[in-house]
Each structure stands twice: as structure tokens, then as C-alpha cells.
């Protein structure tokens, strides 16, 4: 039959397309949670006024 050879082939690029965007959208959380977490949180210390340098030293 000429109609399973097409069948399979699209359901193919349909897995394969499902994949890359399983792929992006783990990036997006791990940029979100590792970045933009990170950068918030040097954000909301430069807003109190502490700096990183005062944070890093010894006691």
C-alpha cells in the first residue's frame, strides 16, 4: 500500500518535531530557574544596598 509509507513518514516528523520542542522547552526552565533566578536575586541586593563584594568576605 503507497498511503503507510507516507502515514509513517509523517508520523515520524511528527515524533521528531514532539522531541525538539520537549528540548526547547527544558531549556527554557533551566535558563529560567538557573539565570533568571540568579539574576533576581543580584537584583533584589543591589535594591537593599548590599553588595556582592560585602557578602563574600570573611568576618
Do not use: Q
Not at 509523517?10 to 515524533?15: E, K
Amino acid at each position: 500500500m503507497e498511503g503507510d509509507g507516507i502515514a509513517n513518514m509523517t508520523c515520524s516528523a511528527l515524533v521528531i518535531l514532539h522531541l525538539f520542542v520537549a528540548i526547547m522547552f527544558v531549556g527554557t526552565v533551566f535558563f529560567e530557574v538557573l539565570i533568571l533566578e540568579a539574576v533576581r536575586k543580584t537584583s533584589a541586593l543591589s535594591k537593599t544596598g548590599i553588595s556582592i563584594a560585602c557578602l563574600c568576605r570573611p568576618s
